[in-house]
Nanobody, 121 residues
Framework: VQLQASGGGVVQAGGSLRLACTAS????????MGWIRQAPGKEREFVAA????????YYADPVKGRFTISRDNAENTVYLQMNSLRPEDTAVYYC???????????????WGQGTLVTVSS
């Protein structure tokens, strides 16, 4: 599976962005997909995950109620809608696939290249 993330940019606090991750490979739709972020000087942090069946989603506490993950298997794409952005959301956001444990970044087997999100105060 190859993953290509897009949609990052600079936004003011309180604004919104939507990230997209397009996957290639016939087995994509059977993978759990996740978004992981890494802020400057910090370790990678789980953000959200969606199970391959689609409806089941998980979120890290800091983003609950603000971020929404979804997937479109017909388009081989996973989205992360980010609302009410805060300066502490500033990070490189990676899409990743096929984890052993969805909330542990190191267990994901496939990674995209990352897209930078900068939230200004």
């Amino acid at each position: 599976v190859q993953l290509q993330a897009s949609g990052g940019g600079v936004v003011q606090a309180g604004g919104s962005l939507r990230l997209a991750c397009t996957a290639s490979g016939r087995t994509y739709r059977y993978y759990t997909m996740g978004w992981i972020r890494q802020a400057p000087g910090k370790e990678r942090e789980f953000v959200a995950a969606v199970m391959w069946t689609g409806p089941t989603t998980y979120y890290a506490d800091p983003v609950k109620g603000r971020f929404t993950i979804s997937r479109d298997n017909a388009e081989n794409t996973v989205y992360l809608q980010m609302n009410s952005l805060r300066p502490e959301d500033t990070a490189v956001y990676y899409c990743a696939a096929d984890p052993t444990i969805y909330h542990v970044p190191g267990t994901y087997n496939y990674w995209g290249q990352g897209t930078l999100v900068t939230v200004s105060s």
